[in-house]
């Protein structure tokens, strides 16, 4: 499975950007979704995770301005970034983890990553 994350790009602080990440294919046996980022010199933060069973758990640091989504018919998970900061900037990558239906192997998938810069 591949994950491919698009998106990305320069906007002005309080601007807007939605970022994508498509699988491949379907996966099946998800036990969460979701996007990190990683700002330069710092470590990589969880900003949005996506359980299967339940509610996003947003970072407060987004809360209020990031909203995760998926579509299964596209097999795609969705960032909306509204109201971006400079402390915003990063490399967003998506991740899918779970277990495999019959063999319970687990997997643990990431995009490579796509670009987001706050900046006037």
């Known amino acids: 499975v591949q994950l491919q994350a698009s998106g990305g790009g320069l906007v002005q602080p309080g601007g807007s950007l939605r970022l994508s990440c498509a699988a491949s294919?379907?996966?099946?046996?998800?036990?969460?979704l979701g996007w990190f980022r990683q700002a330069p010199g710092k470590q990589r933060e969880l900003v949005a995770p996506l359980p299967t069973r339940g509610m996003p758990n947003y970072a407060d640091s987004v809360k209020g301005r990031f909203t995760i989504s998926r579509d299964d018919a596209k097999n795609t998970v969705y960032l909306q970034m509204n109201s971006l900061k400079p402390v915003d900037t990063a490399v967003y990558s998506c991740?899918?983890?779970?277990?495999?239906w019959g063999t319970g192997a687990p997997f643990d998938y990431w995009g490579q990553g796509t670009l987001v810069t706050v900046s006037s």
């Open positions: 294919r379907r996966i099946s046996g998800i036990d969460s």
């Open positions: 991740n899918v983890r779970g277990r495999a």
